[in-house]
């Protein structure tokens, strides 16, 4: 097939999904033609049948607002002429949706162009409930000629906060097991903890919703109960009052940021325990992502994260905000060398048996042939 995938191309998790359901369908032999404003992150050139078209939008000084989402319907119709796009796939509804359905429309007259919208959290969640986007993301959740949502959580609540009535169907995120697996000796380890200290991790892009203060909180928790270090990968909006905690803390010499990082794999096996702290989390990305590279997960108990862990055998919820909850987690697996092992071992086989690559990639392709031949 020859597919057309948009998506926002920054650190984000369905920027990054899209860019790694592009790769494996390139791998398994599809044309991809990403269509985005800029090179999506973790899109290393040259790769075969993956091809890049830029979305120019133009700056007129008339605009205060330049028009992203013309541009990028423009962008699709030249992009499907010129390379026979079977189907257009866009990842986040606002506006990539829209855009994908005047490009539709633009070339309904010489041929059918269906498109499919993934829906991955925030897009629903917050910026489509929000009464600026409510009923333009209800109208390009109805005019998708497929629609998926990452978890059956994400599916419920777009089902109830929009009351659409197309069907909806959950393809969960997936996870590269070979690439994504764990390092027993964490020799690259010592580069952060010279003192042999046990590392958490935590890897976002820094919105409110991740709760990254929690993750200092926690850490001055778990240090009055064994020595440890925390990465803090990622950069956004919470980054800097992140920073002043961790000097108003005295924790300056414990904490490294790292800031924005392409290669995940290479740093998440360092860790022993990553803490995702989220007050929402429509799937949990970096979650399925440390379970594939061998390290514990303590998080909290919301959206589609009970979808992917099950307390207190591949991982721990606890509640958000409960600091006290999730650091008393933390040191059971820093201290607890058995726990750890088991609860590592359980989640590499969770993502192996249920959310390997292997097995979700064939789900979109079966998807798209069922929506090419409606
Ligand atoms: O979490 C974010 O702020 C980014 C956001 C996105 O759309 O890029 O992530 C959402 O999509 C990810 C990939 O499907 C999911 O793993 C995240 O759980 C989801 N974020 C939220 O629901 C807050």
């Known amino acids: 097939m020859n597919?057309?995938?948009?998506?926002?191309?920054?650190?984000?998790?369905?920027?990054?999904?899209?860019?790694?359901?592009?790769?494996?369908?390139?791998?398994?032999?599809?044309?991809?033609?990403?269509?985005?404003?800029?090179?999506?992150?973790?899109?290393?050139?040259?790769i075969p049948r993956i091809h890049y078209h830029e979305v120019e939008?133009?700056?007129y000084p008339l605009f205060q607002y330049p028009p992203y989402c013309l541009a990028l319907a423009s962008r699709m119709?030249?992009?499907?002429?010129?390379?026979?796009?079977?189907?257009?796939?866009?990842?986040?509804?606002?506006?990539h949706s829209i855009a994908a359905m005047l490009a539709q429309q633009m070339l309904a007259p010489k041929r059918r162009l269906p498109f499919i919208t993934t829906l991955h959290?925030?897009?629903?969640?917050?910026?489509?409930?929000d009464p600026s986007y409510f009923a333009i993301t209800k109208f390009s959740i109805e005019k998708s000629d497929g629609v998926t949502s990452i978890s059956e959580d994400l599916r419920r609540h777009t089902v109830e906060v929009f009351g659409v009535s197309n069907e909806i169907l959950v393809i969960n995120n997936f996870i590269n097991c070979d690439l994504y697996h764990p390092d027993e000796l964490k020799a690259g380890a010592a580069a952060f903890a010279p003192h042999g200290e046990k590392l958490l991790i935590h890897v976002s892009n820094f919105r409110p919703v991740k709760r990254v203060l929690d993750c200092i909180r926690i850490l001055a928790e778990v240090r009055k109960h064994t020595p440890a270090r925390l990465l803090m990968v990622g950069d956004g909006p919470d980054r800097g009052p992140a920073e002043q905690l961790v000097r108003q803390l005295n924790l300056t010499p414990h904490v490294s940021f790292l800031g924005k990082q392409n290669h995940v794999e290479r740093l998440i096996p360092l860790a022993h325990v990553l803490l995702m702290p989220s007050e929402m989390e429509s799937f949990g990305l970096v979650a399925l992502e440390a379970m594939a590279c061998g390290v514990?997960?303590?998080?909290?108990?919301?959206?589609?994260?009970?979808?992917?862990?099950t307390h207190g055998v591949n991982g721990f919820m606890e509640p958000v905000g409960d600091v006290a909850a999730q650091a008393s987690r933390a040191v059971e697996l820093l201290t607890d060398e058995?726990?750890?092992?088991?609860?590592?071992?359980?989640?590499?086989?969770?993502a192996m048996e249920h959310f390997s690559t292997e097995r979700i990639i064939p789900q979109y392709e079966q998807y798209y042939e069922e929506v090419l031949s409606k």
């Open 3 to 46: 597919i057309g995938i948009t998506c926002y191309p920054t650190y984000g998790g369905s920027g990054i999904v899209a860019t790694e359901l592009g790769l494996e369908l390139a791998n398994r032999g599809h044309e991809v033609h990403f269509i985005t404003y800029s090179n999506p992150i973790r899109l290393d050139p040259g």
């Open 57 to 59: 939008v133009s700056n």
């Open 77 to 95: 119709v030249d992009v499907a002429d010129a390379y026979g796009l079977d189907l257009l796939h866009v990842h986040y509804a606002i506006p």
């Open 121 to 129: 959290g925030t897009d629903i969640t917050l910026v489509g409930a």
């Open 296 to 309: 514990a997960t303590v998080t909290t108990d919301v959206g589609g994260v009970p979808e992917l862990i």
């Open 338 to 350: 058995a726990l750890h092992r088991r609860i590592t071992a359980a989640g590499r086989a969770r």
